[in-house]
T-cell receptor
C-alpha cells in the first residue's frame, strides 16, 4: 500500500536531548513537508523540501533541522534549542512543489519533560 | 500575506442534522488553491477536496458539499445528514501557486456529532 509512515507514534524525551522523527513515503512524491500542531491550533510549517538534497525553512524552523538524502525519506530533528518541543508532528508529501494536495502521515506525538 | 479564518471553534449537532463549516481566506494572489482536510481523533489528516481559484462551481461528493464564493472570499463546507463518524476537526487551507506548495491552515473547527 502506498502511503506515508511516521515512527514512532509516541515519543518521550528529557529536556536537553535531541530527537529525530522519522518520515518515509513510497508515493514517489518529490515534495515533502513537516508541520507542527499544538492543541486547539492549526498546522504550522517547519521545513519543506521540493527535491532531494534541497530543503527550505518554513514559518517556525528555529530549533529544528532536516535532511533529504533520499526521495523517500525526510527526517526531522528536534534539537535542544527548540524551546517548546512538546507537540504533535505531522509529515506530508505531494507530487511536486506546486499546489497539489498534500497527503499526511499518522503523526508523532512528542513529549519532552 | 495569506490568511485563513475559521471562526467556528466547535459545532455540536445531533445525528442527521446538517452542519456548515465556514472558511474565509485572504490572499493577494490571483491564482490560488483551497483545500479541506479532516482530522479524526486518530490524528492523521485526510484530504477531502482541492479547488482552484478559477473554478467557482459548487461541488458535491456524497454527503459533503462545498460552496466557493470568490466575491466573499469564502469556501464553506456542508455535511448533510451528519453521522457520528463525521466527528473530527476540519481544516481549511490555502496555497498560492507561487508559494512552493506551502499550505496556510486555518485554526480548525471541531465537529461533534452525538447520536
Amino acid at each position: 500500500d502506498g502511503g506515508i509512515t511516521q515512527s514512532p507514534k509516541y515519543l518521550f524525551r528529557k529536556e536537553g536531548q535531541n530527537v529525530t522523527l522519522s518520515c518515509e513515503q513510497n508515493l514517489n512524491h518529490d515534495a515533502m513537508y513537516w508541520y507542527r500542531q499544538d492543541p486547539g491550533q492549526g498546522l504550522r510549517l517547519i521545513y519543506y523540501s521540493q527535491i532531494v538534497n534541497d530543503f527550505q525553512k518554513g514559518d517556525i524552523a528555529e530549533g529544528y533541522s532536516v535532511s533529504r538524502e533520499k526521495k523517500e525519506s525526510f527526517p526531522l530533528t528536534v534539537t535542544s534549542a527548540q524551546k517548546n518541543p512538546t507537540a504533535f508532528y505531522l509529515c506530508a508529501s505531494s507530487i511536486d512543489h506546486t499546489a497539489y494536495e498534500q497527503y499526511f502521515g499518522p503523526g508523532t506525538r512528542l513529549t519532552v519533560t | 500575506a495569506q490568511k485563513v479564518t475559521q471562526a467556528q471553534t466547535e459545532i455540536s449537532v445531533v445525528e442527521k442534522e446538517d452542519v456548515t463549516l465556514d472558511c474565509v481566506y485572504e490572499t493577494r494572489d490571483t491564482t490560488y488553491y483551497l483545500f479541506w482536510y479532516k482530522q479524526p481523533p486518530s490524528g492523521e489528516l485526510v484530504f477531502l477536496i482541492r479547488r482552484n481559484s478559477f473554478d467557482e462551481q459548487n461541488e458535491i461528493s456524497g454527503r459533503y458539499s462545498w460552496n466557493f464564493q470568490k466575491s466573499t472570499s469564502s469556501f464553506n463546507f456542508t455535511i448533510t445528514a451528519s453521522q457520528v463518524v463525521d466527528s473530527a476537526v476540519y481544516f481549511c487551507a490555502l496555497s498560492a501557486t507561487d508559494s512552493w506548495g506551502k499550505l496556510q491552515f486555518g485554526a480548525g473547527t471541531q465537529v461533534v456529532v452525538t447520536p
